[in-house]
């Protein structure tokens, strides 16, 4: 069996590494395909996923990524044409999907934010089945095409399952110069070329402002983000970030999947996200697991005090099956024929 992974952005080579280690396990043969885009190529290298690198971001305007799409998915065609390929595999790639497509391999999708309508329309439509949280109601996801036969819901958050084995390294700590006796606040910034979110901050800007001289660690996206951030610890290549959140007694993000890695890891979480809130995040604000940031005043930073609740851990085998189901899955254990 020769199963092909997609990654297009750094958070999937987090979600997608514990899949391929059960798919190798169970005997398939996986194959590993990666844009270069933000700390996508550092970070497969880093967990020990050889990738083939694919194309680029071509940046955040319609036209452009319309032009990304194409270009790269011509260039996933070409390459995955004759490898004998039984299924294709994305987080959220819509380059996949359509080369999939292309070449007649039966593909499935997967994420955890539904209103990203222009990616979803096109996966949703094109992909065999749609993996997501069971906290997505079905009705907000039939108008891209994810039919009740393509649907298939798994219980929890992503991050429970990819970080089910993960244990916090304190090495980190001094590879960022951090004293673990002061607060330290992890700081994540807004995703600015992607397409559903296309406003100014000014919120996150002043909670910048507001950790300015503190142990602040900021993770840019781009080039273009890391040029505005002087004065702030900005690493310069891709890091062990979980162990970071672990280990931080405060994460402020305006993207999403930082935000539900510190809600597993129990760290406490702000999120400065403006545009329209995902069902998932929607029930962590509800449960009290994740706050939403209104005004910059209402950051503290201090040490954390009290044990660590409990973690989930789930088992990514689960989300291995639900992929698979296009092709009927993988046997439980031993070797399959390529």
Known sequence: MRVWVDLTNSPHVLVMRPIV????????EVLITARDFAQTLGLAERHGLAVEPIGRHRGGRLAAKGLGLLSRSAALARWARGRRIDVALGHGSNDVTVAAR????????????????????????LARAVV??????????RPY????????????????????????????????????????????????????HRFENPLFAQVLDRLRGTQAVVLP????????????????????AQSLVAYAD?????GGTMNREAVAL????????????????????????????????????????G??????????AVLADLLLSPIGGLPPGGRTQP
């Not at 994420?111 to 222009?118: C, G, T």
């Not at 996206?221 to 062990?240: H, K, M, S, Y």
């Not at 400065?272 to 209402?298: K, N, Q, S, W, Y």
Request: hydrophobic share 40%.
């Open 21 to 28: 280690r059960v798919l190798e396990q169970r005997g398939a």
């Open 102 to 125: 292309l070449l007649g391999i039966p593909s499935a999708t997967a994420f955890d934010y539904e209103w990203a309508k222009v990616q979803h329309t096109v996966n949703c439509r």
């Open 132 to 141: 997501v949280p069971e906290a997505i109601p079905p009705e907000r996801l």
């Open 145 to 196: 095409g994810a039919t009740a036969a393509k649907l298939r819901r798994y219980p929890g958050l992503k991050e429970e399952y990819y970080l089910a084995d993960f244990a916090p390294d304190p090495a980190v700590l001094a590879e960022l110069g951090l004293d673990p006796r002061l607060p330290i606040a992890v700081v994540r910034t807004p995703p600015a070329v992607s397409l559903y």
């Open 221 to 240: 996206r781009t080039p273009e983000q890391r040029a505005e951030l002087d004065g702030f610890i900005v690493p310069e290549q891709a890091i062990d």
């Open 250 to 254: 405060l994460v402020i993000s305006a």
């Open 266 to 305: 129990g760290t406490p979480v702000w999120t400065t996200f403006e545009g329209r809130l995902g069902a998932v995040d929607e029930a962590l604000i509800a449960d009290g697991r994740m706050h939403r940031l209104e005004r910059a005043d209402d950051v503290a930073l201090e040490k954390r005090v």
């Open 307 to 316: 044990a660590t609740a409990e973690r989930t851990r789930r088992d990514p």
